[in-house]
C-alpha cells in the first residue's frame, strides 16, 4: 500500500510530537534549540507542511530520537 505525501506528513508530524513530549519539550522549546519558528513546529506536527531533510536532522538530533526521525 502506498502512502500518500499527506500521510507521510502527518506521519512524521505525529512521530515529532511524540519525541517533543517525551523530552518534556513545549513547542517553543523545541523551536528556540533548532532555530525555527514555535508556529512552524506547530504547522509540521499538524502535517500541514511537509518536514524538509534539514529540518529532520535538526529536530532528531535536538530530540535524540534514536533515528526515529
Known amino acids: 500500500m502506498e502512502v500518500s ?15 517533543r ?8 522549546a523545541l523551536a528556540e534549540a533548532m ?3 514555535p508556529s512552524y ?4 506536527e499538524s502535517g ?5 531533510d534539514d ?3 535538526r529536530a532528531e538530533a535536538t530530540l535524540s530520537a534514536g533515528g526515529e526521525l
Open 35 to 37: 532555530g525555527y519558528d
Open 55 to 57: 529540518f529532520a536532522h
Open 41 to 44: 513546529i506547530s504547522h509540521i
Open 21 to 28: 513530549s517525551r523530552r518534556g519539550m513545549t513547542k517553543k
Open 5 to 19: 505525501p499527506v500521510q507521510e506528513r502527518r506521519s512524521f508530524g505525529d512521530a515529532l510530537a511524540l519525541w
Open 48 to 52: 500541514r507542511y511537509p518536514a524538509g
